[in-house]
């Protein structure tokens, strides 16, 4: 063969040509549609031939013949048209062809001798059996996805089946079905117990390696190397007919010296409270679990371990090289820190005022006395002192007013709150926990010589006196309330069903815009929206199948279910009683429909002013008569008794409006600006669950005359009392009862008279029933016992943020008091633009989005309310759009399935013995034995003890009549105030930040330049009193520039209009008092002549009609006590 045509060889490496057979497919031939020539002037790949070598020309030559032959063998098939011969498979050479394999692979096969003659081939090892192995297994693959291209592989477990019931009766299928049951039982058992032991050694033992290699990596099981040793030893033991056991495992690589003083410095009373509230469970292990008081942190954890080393460092425990064995690590020191303790202080918000003015601000003025003035030596004991006065009357005392039975004058509801009658005896037993108050204000006492600090002192004493008897009111409530719900659950048992309920009603505070993009004019000036929110609680009565000894039975339980209304105010901000009438009228015409079994309701609020109006009181028993659903009575939780369930709905409806906001849609802007945008985003996605929302438009024209129909009777009612904590109406009678009154001139017409039962507590004396009737303007009592409970007069609603304890009340917005102190320079234009665009933002509250927070699918959408309208209601509301309840859950633990604890391991329970464990346990041995001074909360404390020889005296404030726990009269609800000396530097700080926006101050800056200017001195405002009279200012200031009069006048000019008081002496007045106290029909001349008789006066006297005017004017006043006492 020539040179020249000698095949050559590219370094192309692209493979040989499947259709021609060229060497090489890229620059060979020209069968892909490039040219070889130009493959070639490529700059990838070898240009040059490459020659080659004898052996490779002559498979290349092969190559090339047997598919021309093939080529050859086809066209004469097609051409003449008869069957194609097919050559048989007979030799190996045949079998290598037929499939294509390579030439490397069949030179290892053995050679034809052995194959024909050694039947031991396979025991004699080698390469050349594992070749015949691959080859046979290739071969079958390749023929079965010939066949069965779809699913070759069930073709092949077939076949391999077959094989394997030939050669034996244990198949490949029964190993996997034992493989996967052994494991099985590994994976369920616990880890370390005899099962997974067991289980292990036979996978290990049965398997081979790479069977186990492979399970392993597809996650089927974890085998370490360790426990494939373990697990051979295993199967070598139960191989020679012995038990397995679990070996006692003993951890102790710590320093026990060393872990004792670390939980003793973490248990030192400078880094955790010596006061535990509650307890905490610790899961050591599945059998053990430690219980430890519930611990509060008053250092940081990082600032803890600083404290450690640095302690560690002084006491000579680390060497001067720092060797950290020495010391606890700061990750265990961490870890045994979070098990040990319960967390660090929580700031908390929004604390009711009542307890922020009579205890907080008192402890931390007594506090503050103690650091100034007090000896080092008493110092941390009478520290000691008001801390458990404060946790005694915020903790413990609630419990000590319920106590019946004894005459401790301190204890008891009915004793502290019935009406005060001297003539009998007060109580004289002792109780060392309420004495223990008034123990600690007398060793202040003796401890302080200042006269300023013993005045601050005492009044601190009124006050804290003033919390008591606010504690028990508050109880009082909380037990009726609690009585109303048990009540209903008892009547859902016996009779089977229920058609009572209780409902909630309470404003939330006064929803401001949002706006997913809010610029910083928007920020500024915004007007809040009406939110008003309705709770409806019930019972409902359910039948429960049980199986019991085989037998099916049915018991039946009362479920609680609870449904919440949003009600949005549109149109109008004003809170009112006849804005809280229309919210409830427009709330139960929809919950008749939502839920027509509800008959009767309890009506309960807070002691806010709208809540005690007397429109709302008298005008609920006119609405009873036009609603379905009828409300028998009306409770009042006392001042600050708390946050309730309502409340939980506003924070969870304020929750719900930001995952609103956080939703996104394309070139659009999340606002929430107006009120229907707020009852829109309220319902959107479904809504909250078991609640519905209203837009409410009222009626204010329609109000105002309702107000003016009923006018006499508020006017009489105002007369008796200001606040009645519950009222009980009386199902009317008569005509008009029946004939459901809408119109205000049917009301005027109508002969309307009913009655309602008054307490001023509730269940305390017998109340008093008032006669009312709306024609006559009569509101009188039925019965004018003067024995019966008594309701206040002169006492203020006062569960609002505007409480009396500066004096007046003025009507300021609180936005313009923080505009004034936080002075805003913007476009007030701009903002205004901005709020008129926000009215058409309601197209962009619907969307898709699901939530488990929101109602399910079912639940009706939001939109235009097919109720009654305004005019068919009493107060003319109007519901413009509303939502609907289509499916109400009851308690959400009601489904929930109760975990099963899991099963112990058995006998060999692994006891955990590391270092945190150890910490824990210890701990708890400290604290069991008191080498750690921890006291509950909740219990008795030791230094009550103290108290048990203190004299009980009214100087003591512990010597209780009856009734003393009763409201004060308004101004006296928080003790003394030392508000009026400093009157003119508040003013005088105000007048300069009017004047100049970069000096206004806030009550708290005032404050501290008070206690700047009078150094050392206690007897200061506080910031309550400081911000009640900045109101005040800010009110005359506002008024001032809007009656624009152009002059100024002063303080006591204003003062001077008011009237004169009277010129008699003190003790004209004094004698004139007694006589009419003793006779109150006395007439003025009597009296002037009993007066001149008794202080021998001249005839005539130039006092005479003084005197007797001051006579009519103290019969007046008497009076009105006696009108206002009647309850």
């Not at 490779?56 to 030559?61: F, I, T, V």
């Not at 309840?885 to 058995?906: F, K």
């Not at 003790?975 to 700080?989: T, V």
Request: hydrophobic share 35%; proline share 3%.
């Amino acid at each position: 063969m020539d040179s020249a045509e000698q095949p050559h060889r590219c370094k192309c490496k692209v493979g040989s040509c499947p259709l021609c057979g060229s060497a090489c497919k890229r620059c060979g031939c020209a069968c892909d549609g490039v040219e070889p020539g130009v493959a070639l002037a490529r700059s990838s790949g070898q240009r040059g031939p490459k020659r080659l070598s004898t052996g490779s020309e002559q498979r290349e030559a092969a190559k090339r013949a047997t598919i021309e032959i093939a080529k050859a063998t086809d066209l004469e098939e097609r051409t003449i048209g008869t069957e194609p011969t097919v050559k048989q498979v007979e030799t190996v050479h045949d079998l290598w062809q037929a499939f294509g394999w390579s030439q490397a692979t069949k030179k290892k096969l053995p050679n034809e001798d052995l194959r024909k003659g050694d039947v031991l081939l396979k025991e004699s090892g080698g390469s050349g059996w594992s070749t015949m192995v691959q080859s046979v297994l290739a071969a079958v693959v390749r023929c079965a996805e010939i066949l069965y291209p779809a699913n070759s592989d069930s073709l092949l477990e077939e076949v391999a089946a077959r094989l394997s019931q030939s050669s034996s009766s244990f198949t490949t299928k029964d190993e996997n079905r034992v493989t996967e049951n052994t494991i099985m039982i590994m994976n369920a058992s616990q880890k370390r117990s005899i099962q997974a032991r067991v289980a292990r050694a036979i996978l290990v033992k049965g398997l081979p390696g790479h069977r186990i290699q492979s399970l392993k990596r597809d996650g089927v099981f974890t085998l370490g190397g360790s426990s494939v040793d373990q697990a051979r030893k295993d199967f070598k033991v139960m191989e020679a007919g012995m038990s397995l056991c679990i070996p006692p495992i003993t951890r102790c690589r710590f320093d026990e010296q060393i872990l004792h003083e670390a939980v003793m410095f973490i248990l030192s009373k400078d880094n955790v409270t010596p006061i535990s509230w509650g307890t905490k469970q610790i899961k050591l292990s599945d059998a053990e679990t430690v219980t430890l008081p519930s611990l509060t942190r008053r250092n940081s954890p990082r600032h803890m371990y600083e404290n450690y080393m640095a302690l560690c460092s002084e006491r000579g425990t680390n060497s001067a090289a720092g060797d950290s064995h020495l010391s606890i690590s700061r990750g265990k020191f961490y870890e045994i820190l979070r098990n040990i303790t319960a967390g660090g202080e929580k700031i908390l918000c929004a604390v009711d005022y009542v307890t922020g003015v009579l205890v907080n601000d008192q402890v931390t003025l007594l506090q503050r006395i103690v650091d100034d003035i007090v000896d080092a030596e008493k110092k941390p004991v009478l520290t000691n002192y008001i801390t458990i006065l404060r946790i005694f009357l915020k903790q413990q005392y609630d419990s000590h007013a319920l106590t019946e039975g004894d005459e401790v004058g301190t204890h008891g509801i009915d004793y502290g709150l019935c009406k005060p009658d001297l003539s009998v005896p007060a109580r004289t037993e002792r109780c060392n926990g309420c004495n223990f108050v008034n123990f600690c204000i007398s060793e202040l006492q003796e401890s302080v010589a200042a006269a300023d600090a013993l005045e601050v002192i005492k009044d601190a004493a009124e006050k804290l006196e003033l919390y008591r008897g606010h504690r028990v009111r508050v109880t009082n409530q909380q037990v009726h309330l609690e009585k109303i719900i048990k009540d209903m659950e008892k009547k859902c048992l016996d009779n089977k069903r229920s058609s009572e309920a209780l409902v909630v009603a309470d404003w939330k505070m006064k929803f401001e815009a949002m706006s997913s993009r809010e610029t910083s004019q928007q920020h500024f000036a915004k007007r809040g929206i009406g939110w008003h929110g309705c709770l409806c609680l019930y019972f409902k009565y359910e039948e429960h199948p049980i199986d019991k000894d085989g037998v099916t039975s049915t018991t039946g339980s009362a479920v609680r279910y609870t449904v919440y209304c949003d009600q949005i105010l549109e149109g109008s901000n004003k809170q009112d009683g006849l804005a809280v009438l229309s919210m409830l009228e427009a709330f139960m015409k929809q919950l008749s429909v939502e839920l027509p079994h509800i008959r009767t309701v309890t009506l309960q609020s807070d002691n806010a002013g709208c809540y005690q109006a007397k429109e709302l009181l008298l005008l609920i028993a006119i609405l009873n008569t036009s609603s379905q659903i009828r409300i028998v009575r009306f409770i009042h939780t006392e001042t600050q008794d708390g946050k309730g369930l309502i409340d939980a709905h506003f924070a969870k409806g304020t929750a719900h409006l930001m995952k609103f906001m956080k939703t996104s849609q394309q070139n659009r802007i999340r606002t929430i600006a107006t009120a229907k945008g707020l009852a829109a985003a309220l319902a959107w996605g479904g809504g909250i669950q078991n609640s519905f929302v209203q837009l409410i438009t009222l009626d204010r024209e329609k109000l105002q005359k309702l107000s003016a129909a009923i006018g006499k009777v508020v006017k009489e009612a105002k007369g008796y009392f200001a606040r009645c904590n519950d009222t009980f109406y009386m199902e009317c009678e008569g005509e008009w009862a029946t004939q459901k009154l809408t119109g205000i001139e049917e009301l005027t017409k109508a002969e309307i008279v009913f009655n309602i039962r008054c307490f001023a507590y509730s269940g305390i004396g017998d109340g008093v029933t008032f006669c009312t009737s709306l024609k006559t303007g009569l509101f009188r009592p039925c019965s004018c016992n003067a024995s019966v409970n008594d309701l206040e007069a002169d006492s203020k609603d006062d569960d609002d943020e505007s409480t009396d304890i500066g004096g007046e009340e003025l009507s300021v917005d609180a936005n313009e008091v923080a505009d004034y102190i936080f002075h805003v320079e913007g476009d007030d234009n701009e903002v205004e633009d901005q709020d008129e665009g926000e009215e058409n933002d309601e197209d962009e509250i619907y969307s898709e989005d699901d939530d488990n927070e929101i109602a399910p699918a079912g639940f009706s959408g939001y939109g235009e309310s097919d109720l009654l309208r305004g005019a068919e209601l009493l107060t003319g509301a109007c519901i413009q759009k509303r939502s609907c309840l289509s499916n109400i859950m009851g308690p959400r633990n009601q489904h929930r399935s109760v975990r099963n604890p899991h099963a112990g391991p058995g006998n060999g329970q692994l006891i955990r013995q590391d270092m945190v464990a150890a910490a824990v346990q210890l701990a708890s041995i400290l604290i069991t034995n008191h080498s750690v001074n921890i006291t509950n909360g909740h219990s008795e404390m030791e230094e009550y003890n103290l108290a048990a020889h203190l004299e009980i005296s009214e100087k003591n404030h512990n010597h209780k009549h009856q009734g003393w726990a009763r409201r004060p009269q308004r101004g006296a609800q928080y003790g003394r105030a030392y508000l009026e000396p400093y009157k003119k530097d508040i003013k005088r700080m105000f007048e300069r930040g009017a004047r100049v926006s970069s000096d206004k101050m806030s009550p708290c800056a005032m404050l501290e330049e008070l206690q700047s200017l009078y150094p050392g001195r206690y007897t200061l405002p506080g910031e309550n009193e400081i911000r009640a009279e900045f109101t005040k200012l800010f009110g005359r200031k506002k008024a001032s520039d809007e009656d624009n009069a152009g002059s100024d006048h002063d303080e006591s000019e204003n003062e001077a209009t008011k009237g004169r008081g009277s010129n008699l002496p003190k003790q004209y007045v004094k004698h004139l008092e007694e006589l009419v106290e003793r006779n109150p029909t006395i007439k003025p001349a009597e009296a002037l002549r009993n007066l001149k008789a008794a202080l021998c006066l001249p005839h005539p006297f130039e006092h005479d009609k003084a005197i007797k005017t001051k006579v009519s004017s103290l019969k007046r006043k008497r009076k009105v006590r006696e009108k206002a006492n009647i309850l």
